[in-house]
């Protein structure tokens, strides 16, 4: 892979798939980069099924299961969206060699030195919304020690506010940034919460300015 080409692995959020992320995948391959999109467990055509998924580890498998394929010595750029900020913060603690960069899309962005749970807990309506048969995993993400400074810390984050998102919003948004400020936030302008299906140019740019700032070369 060329220096100047990044490969992008991009995480929906709940409820959705790698479907959603299909505008923005054609625009990434068109620009000449390499782009992975997931499934996480019983979600898309993962074909695990709703009661088979008992834990986040379950959840994240296969982005787990995809960070550790990755040959040693390349690193890819985790985009998460929503409730997928959550599961790409734990791909960089797990894989913090091979994140270059980590980019948040008006999504969960933890903080090292409290539980995740705690950010969810803070917007109780938007957890409502995100919430699944079995619950968001409340009390995966309510042990110490998930994420560390040493690890996930160590790894340059970007946060792409929505302007009008109806789910997470801006107040929200602006607030998860307060409690664990990365690297640069962005701003999408009449932007909602499926910003990659309503404004895909604008965040293909967004993306491919970022990596170009932070992405170190394998």
Known sequence: MGDDVKH???VHGVCH?????????????????RVTALDLGACGINPKQLNEITSVWDYVHPLMEFM???????SVILVGHSYAGLCISLAMESFPEKVSLGVFVTAYMPDFKSPPLTLIQEDLELAKVLMRPNGLFMEDFSKEGMLTEEKYGSIDRVFIVCEEDEVMKEDFQRLIIEDSP???VILIREAGHMVMLSKPSELCQRLLEVAGRYHRLS
Do not use: D, M, T
Request: charged share 15%; aromatic share 14%.
């Open 17 to 33: 798939g790698s479907w959603c992320w299909y505008r923005l995948i054609a625009l990434l391959k068109q620009a000449g980069h």
């Open 182 to 184: 990365p690297k640069e």
């Open 68 to 74: 550790a394929s990755l040959p040693q010595g390349e």
């Open 8 to 10: 992008f692995v991009l």
